[in-house]
């Protein structure tokens, strides 16, 4: 059966959640209440779902090792739509977390068509926005990573096209090197744990990139060479492939505990789970496996477009990009689609609906950064004491002040893209 959501195609307003419920994915609140001084995606339900998160959360409160890692495809100049999600990359490693950016252009190459040298110019693009939000940590192209693509390839073997039908709605029409794509973003979701070791990572995204975290996590699960049980008494650790050097190490480590070792898995007494996964994991690295951690995910609900429907580059009034001129982007606010009634006696009289409004969530999502402004700007809305006119030119008032800022930064971390 073809899948609901498409990383590729052009999303329509989803039913988030029934998405949740079909594909597993977690409300991420209780997990957020847990977490000092979380920014503003986190403090207002921007980002709704995760899996995993709470493995994030914990390594960032007790100041462990973790990483965070997303991908951009180069097809195009970044807008408005892709600052979500590079916001939650730059937090993540301001609290501690090692970075790492994909610039996607062999997806880009085979999905897109684009050509190497397009690829290259709109790769920078997205790097420059990234570290003029303050990014620091590894990037990379796919086709220059070698170690990237024999990722790939391990991780193809582990893929089939029943698969891909199933997750991704694929049909004998696809081309392979499309097919080909989707291994090489298993291998860039799983590739920080593969240059620095084991360790949680999370890959923030949109709920239209859930197909590839799911497979991710499948062949994660799959280049592991053992499953780690719980057993009344202590673990069960019981190998899928491990070699035989493998068993012998886990029984050798595991010895003093009194382990039993039968012909497919060793039985350890007075053993805790998560020391038990973590020395496993030392293992299998020692006997050339991975040890990979099922990659996190959390999922950021989309920006409405100005326009009121999708946000895309197909649709210029949509949304703007930071270093247009500052009259286009005026006049790109000045006529977004508002919650507004139809006549200026309907609003006084009965207020507004900022739940439905382009420039209302414009400045929950990234404008206004006070919690108790924004909610006197819901207040006054409803009340019909804010008028859409002044709303609108309050907001272009931030984001002047927000595109200067960051033009400035752009000027002095260009540079750093190339």
Same mark, same amino acid.
């Given at each position: 059966?073809?899948?609901?959501?498409?990383?590729?195609?052009?999303?329509?307003?989803?039913?988030?959640?029934?998405?949740?419920?079909?594909? *597993?994915?977690?409300?991420?609140?209780?997990?957020?209440? *847990?977490?000092?001084?979380?920014?503003?995606?986190?403090?207002?339900?921007?980002?709704?779902?995760?899996?995993?998160?709470?493995?994030?959360?914990?390594?960032?409160?007790? /100041?462990? /090792?973790?990483?965070?890692?997303?991908?951009?495809?180069?097809?195009?100049?970044?807008?408005?739509?892709?600052?979500?999600?590079?916001?939650?990359?730059?937090?993540?490693?301001? +609290?501690?977390?090692?970075?790492?950016?994909?610039?996607?252009?062999?997806?880009?190459?085979?999905?897109?068509?684009?050509?190497?040298? !397009?690829?290259?110019?709109?790769?920078?693009?997205?790097?420059?926005?990234?570290?003029?939000?303050?990014?620091?940590?590894?990037?990379?192209? $796919?086709?220059?990573?070698?170690?990237?693509? %024999?990722?790939?390839? #391990?991780?193809?073997? +582990?893929?089939?096209?029943? $698969?891909?039908?199933?997750?991704?709605?694929?049909?004998?029409?696809?081309?392979?090197?499309?097919?080909?794509?989707?291994?090489?973003?298993?291998?860039?979701?799983?590739?920080?744990?593969?240059?620095?070791?084991?360790?949680?990572?999370?890959?923030?995204?949109?709920? %239209?990139?859930?197909?590839?975290?799911?497979?991710?996590?499948?062949?994660?699960?799959?280049?592991?060479?053992?499953?780690?049980?719980?057993?009344?008494?202590?673990?069960?650790? &019981?190998?899928? @492939?491990?070699?035989?050097?493998?068993?012998?190490?886990?029984? !050798?480590?595991?010895?003093? @505990?009194?382990?039993?070792?039968?012909?497919?898995?060793?039985?350890? &007494?007075?053993?805790?789970?998560?020391?038990?996964? #973590?020395?496993?994991?030392?293992?299998?690295?020692?006997?050339?496996?991975?040890?990979?951690?099922?990659?996190?995910?959390?999922?950021?609900?989309?920006?409405?477009?100005?326009?009121? *429907?999708?946000?895309?580059?197909?649709?210029?009034?949509?949304?703007?990009?930071?270093?247009?001129?500052? /009259?286009?982007? /005026?006049?790109?606010?000045?006529?977004?689609?508002?919650? *507004? +009634?139809?006549?200026?006696?309907?609003?006084?009289?009965?207020?507004?609906?900022? #739940?439905?409004?382009?420039?209302?969530?414009?400045?929950?999502?990234?404008?206004?950064?006070?919690?108790? #402004?924004? !909610?006197?700007?819901?207040?006054?809305?409803?009340?019909? =004491?804010?008028?859409?006119?002044?709303?609108?030119?309050?907001?272009?008032?931030?984001?002047?002040?927000?595109?200067?800022?960051? @033009?400035?930064?752009?000027? =002095?971390?260009?540079?750093?893209?190339?």
């Amino acid at each position: 059966m073809q899948s609901e959501i498409n990383p590729w195609s052009s999303t329509p307003n989803l039913d988030m959640e029934k998405l949740y419920r079909e594909f *597993g994915i977690e409300p991420i609140e209780d997990i957020v209440k *847990g977490i000092e001084d979380a920014p503003t995606f986190l403090r207002r339900n921007i980002v709704s779902g995760n899996r995993d998160y709470s493995l994030i959360a914990d390594a960032i409160a007790a /100041k462990k /090792k973790f990483y965070v890692m997303t991908g951009f495809m180069p097809s195009g100049y970044p807008h408005l739509g892709h600052l979500m999600v590079m916001k939650e990359v730059v937090w993540h490693t301001k +609290r501690g977390g090692t970075g790492f950016i994909s610039i996607a252009d062999r997806e880009a190459h085979a999905v897109r068509g684009l050509s190497r040298e !397009k690829c290259k110019f709109f790769g920078e693009k997205y790097l420059s926005w990234l570290y003029a939000l303050g990014y620091k940590g590894e990037r990379y192209y $796919q086709s220059e990573n070698d170690r990237l693509k %024999d990722l790939a390839f #391990e991780s193809a073997i +582990r893929i089939n096209f029943s $698969q891909l039908t199933a997750i991704y709605g694929f049909t004998p029409e696809t081309s392979l090197a499309h097919a080909m794509s989707v291994a090489t973003q298993v291998a860039d979701i799983l590739y920080p744990q593969l240059k620095y070791g084991p360790a949680p990572t999370v890959v923030p995204v949109g709920i %239209d990139q859930d197909p590839h975290i799911r497979l991710t996590r499948d062949v994660a699960n799959s280049l592991r060479m053992f499953t780690i049980l719980k057993t009344d008494d202590g673990v069960s650790i &019981r190998s899928k @492939n491990a070699p035989a050097q493998a068993m012998d190490m886990v029984e !050798k480590e595991f010895g003093k @505990n009194g382990c039993k070792r039968f012909e497919g898995h060793i039985d350890v &007494r007075g053993v805790d789970i998560a020391y038990a996964d #973590e020395i496993v994991r030392k293992i299998e690295v020692e006997c050339g496996g991975y040890g990979f951690y099922l990659p996190s995910s959390t999922y950021h609900t989309f920006l409405q477009g100005l326009t009121g *429907g999708k946000m895309s580059s197909s649709v210029p009034e949509s949304l703007f990009r930071f270093d247009e001129p500052e /009259k286009d982007i /005026k006049k790109k606010i000045m006529g977004a689609l508002t919650g *507004g +009634r139809m006549t200026l006696e309907e609003q006084k009289k009965l207020g507004g609906e900022p #739940e439905k409004c382009s420039i209302y969530l414009l400045n929950v999502f990234h404008m206004q950064e006070d919690d108790e #402004e924004l !909610k006197e700007m819901c207040r006054a809305c409803k009340a019909g =004491e804010l008028l859409c006119g002044t709303c609108k030119k309050e907001t272009f008032e931030r984001i002047k002040e927000f595109t200067k800022d960051f @033009n400035e930064k752009l000027d =002095e971390v260009s540079h750093m893209a190339e």
